[in-house]
């Protein structure tokens, strides 16, 4: 099993930038395949973006392709959303999860999750 935890997230103005950071314990990450997905209230879990195990190949959801990046440092034991150019659409709870699979984009594909982390722009 691995457990993932993740920090980074806060309030910050329309414009600006946030490090999402995505901790793991338990076996190590580079077992794994990566996600970003985030939540938004009365809204349906959705995909932000996938990284393979190496880190060799990614994919990011077209709402945010161009402003998201996702990397990993498996040395590290940690996957990371650097996210620009934030709007306040992106206003959400923003989780990492897991998976044994390959790069995957449905939430059921993934094994393991973390708790979130909010993130909240203002405009």
């Known amino acids: 099993q691995v457990q993932l935890v993740e920090s980074g997230g806060g309030l910050v103005q329309a414009g600006g930038s946030l490090r999402l950071s995505c901790a793991a314990s338990?076996?190590?990450?580079?077992?794994?395949?990566m996600g970003w997905f985030r939540q938004a209230p009365g809204k349906e879990r959705e995909f932000v973006a996938t990284i393979s195990r190496s880190g060799g190949s990614t994919r990011h959801a077209d709402s945010i392709r161009g402003r998201f990046t996702i990397s990993r440092d498996n040395a590290r034991n940690t996957v990371y959303l650097q996210m620009n150019s934030l709007k306040p659409e992106d206003t959400a709870v923003y989780y990492c999860?897991?998976?044994?699979?390959?790069?995957?984009?449905?939430?059921?594909?993934?094994?393991?999750w973390g708790q979130g982390t909010q993130v909240t722009v203002s405009s």
């Open positions: 999860a897991a998976t044994s699979a390959r790069v995957a984009e449905v939430p059921r594909e993934y094994d393991y």
């Open positions: 338990g076996r190590t990450l580079s077992s794994y395949a």
